[in-house]
């Protein structure tokens, strides 16, 4: 997009785009998504930025109207395959917070140099200020639905010290912790703070139609016991299921109905500082970053397709909360990986309802599971000869995943499809797709209903 389509698409307040690029205005200081409400600002006035580090790094403070930190994130870190876009999902994924900028270059096989130098100069702004963003992020979130202490959130939302919390939520917001979270209407789903037993409310946001009913179908039928479970009636389900992350574990809960552009969610954790890993996996599951006017556009040209796009607008190519779990359930089926859970899953300190256990992790399964390509795969997790991480190289492991015995390549390709996240993956050699590059994973799911 040139700046003249991306002021067209601010004066006419589109949604499309929220996500995909920022606009700041001069005059006031404030950033903002391209579909605020407020008076479209004079077009000399406007300054537009790739990210919303790269707009906080030149001075601008978010738009208390719009909440431009809130917006989907863009869907080019799905589709890219290349530095940045495989950055963009680590630094999603919280590696930046856990492991720092050299933990970051080493996955990427590059320098700390050579990383900050490619993302400054495609997104404006380096891995640092992107992490910086993402955790004021989440520290607005907490400030906003929860009541606890505020010195906890500073350290839960990875900053290093209280000091640079309050000055990092002064900077982008122009107000202290404190204002934020006394302000009225400004809360993600929450009437008043909430404490940690009840869950964090969130509000996962996404952008053009959602077709919901879809994935919570895709998810009922393949929830495994004591890890996942779907219920209610269809329309108004929820979806809950365990998580296993960094610092912890978690228990999220999202639910079909919503009455905006979001889904409903609310996340249970034993370490707040997972706080943004289980926002951003939940995000994969349900692949709400998408971008499904991109997506309906392209698939409904294809003749075969076009009845199908129409029917369903806003289909999902749903991804996986764990992809370490996720290749294991599909090299062994559903029924044996509840089997695995029950034998070698970690039972949750506090269970709750039929949500029990985590799923084993690789290394316990590598010493224990009986079946030998189980045993392979597990092992070749937990050594990192098969990288599955968020920014892991998609080629790369789906190459080493085919050296193992027994995954074949229907396996491999339904891993990186949902493991991995690529929008462009055809596992079952559907006649005609190579047509439909590059969202072959989006038409596999209108085929194969």
């Known amino acids: 997009m040139d700046e003249r389509t991306r002021y067209e698409a601010v004066s006419s307040r589109d949604a499309r785009f929220d996500g995909e690029f920022f606009f700041a205005v001069a005059t006031t200081g404030i950033y903002c998504r391209p579909s605020c409400p407020a008076v479209t600002p004079k077009r000399e006035n406007v300054r537009f930025y790739p990210t919303a580090a ?119 917001y122009a107000r202290t912790p404190s204002t934020l979270r006394t302000e009225a209407g400004t809360g993600l789903g929450a009437s008043a703070p909430v404490g940690r037993r009840a869950g964090i409310p969130l509000r996962l946001a996404h952008r053009g139609p959602y077709a919901a009913r879809e994935v919570f179908d895709l998810l009922a039928d393949e929830a495994v016991p004591l890890v996942e479970e779907v219920g209610g009636a269809p329309g108004a389900r929820t979806y809950r299921r365990t998580l296993r992350l960094p610092y912890g574990a978690g228990i999220a809960c999202v639910d079909e109905a919503s009455a905006g552009p979001w889904l409903e969610a609310r996340i249970q954790l034993t370490d707040l500082r997972d706080l943004t890993t289980a926002v951003q996996r939940l995000r994969r599951l349900f692949d709400l970053d998408a971008d499904p006017y991109a997506v309906d556009e392209a698939l409904g040209a294809d003749p075969r397709l076009a009845p199908l796009v129409a029917a369903r607008p806003g289909l999902r190519s749903p991804g996986s909360a764990d992809p370490e779990e996720f290749a294991v359930r599909a090299l062994v089926g559903t029924t044996a990986a509840g089997a695995l859970v029950e034998r070698f899953g970690k039972l949750l300190n506090v269970p709750c309802g039929g949500l029990t256990h985590l799923f084993p992790e690789p290394g316990v399964l590598a010493e224990g599971a009986q079946d030998p390509a189980l045993r392979e795969l597990a092992g070749a997790l937990a050594d990192g000869a098969v990288p599955l991480d968020a920014g892991a190289d998609r080629d790369e492991a789906e190459k080493a995943l085919l050296r193992l015995p027994g995954t074949g390549p229907v396996t491999a390709a339904l891993i990186r499809m949902r493991a991995l996240g690529d929008p462009d993956v055809d596992p079952y050699g559907t006649p005609g797709a190579d047509r439909l590059r590059p969202w072959r994973s989006y038409a596999v799911r209108h085929l194969r209903r």
């Open 54 to 172: 790269a707009a906080q790094g030149h001075g601008f403070r978010a738009c208390r109207r719009c909440r431009p930190d809130a917006v989907p994130g863009s869907a080019e870190w799905n589709v890219r395959a290349d530095v940045v876009g495989r950055a963009m999902r680590m630094i999603g994924d919280g590696v930046v917070d856990r492991e720092g900028v050299p933990g970051l270059a080493g996955r990427l096989g590059y320098s700390t140099r050579q990383v900050q130098r490619q993302l400054t100069a495609e997104l404006g702004a380096g891995p640092v200020a992107l992490a910086r963003a993402q955790r004021s992020h989440t520290a607005r979130v907490l400030l906003q639905t929860t009541d606890l202490p505020v010195t906890e959130i500073a350290f839960a939302s990875g900053f290093a010290s209280v000091r640079q919390f309050n000055d990092t939520i002064r900077q982008i």
